[in-house]
């Protein structure tokens, strides 16, 4: 009878040792993933922060934009507003490459050898 509850006694701590590294492995790799998610997740807000930033700082720099003069104006010189809609949003200019289309980004291209 001793020997049988000696046996039960080891296994017991044998188990409570498993357990207590078992939690503790389980404990760090939560920690890991909470603190890698955090991260993963602080990254694209701090870039539009520093972008944000950027821009207000570029816009108290700035002159007042053409735009805003014709609306104050507009009852006095109809024409004005036309020209200021047209300078407002510029066309693409014809300097720039039109991007590729899936299938033609996904074809590898011929490179002269």
Do not use: C, W
């Amino acid at each position: 009878m001793k020997r049988e509850v000696r046996e039960r006694i080891k296994i017991y701590i044998r188990n409570k040792r498993i357990q207590k590294r078992f939690f503790a492995v389980l404990s760090v790799l939560s920690l890991v993933v909470a603190l890698g998610t955090f991260y993963a997740l602080s990254i694209p807000a701090l870039t539009l922060d520093d972008e944000a930033a950027v821009g207000i700082s570029e816009s108290a720099e700035a002159s007042p934009s053409p735009s805003a003069a014709p609306s104050a104006q507009a009852s006095a010189n109809p024409e004005m507003i036309d020209e200021a809609e047209s300078t407002a949003s510029p066309a693409p200019s014809s300097s720039q490459a039109p991007e590729p289309t899936p299938e033609e980004s996904a074809q590898p291209s011929a490179s002269p050898s």
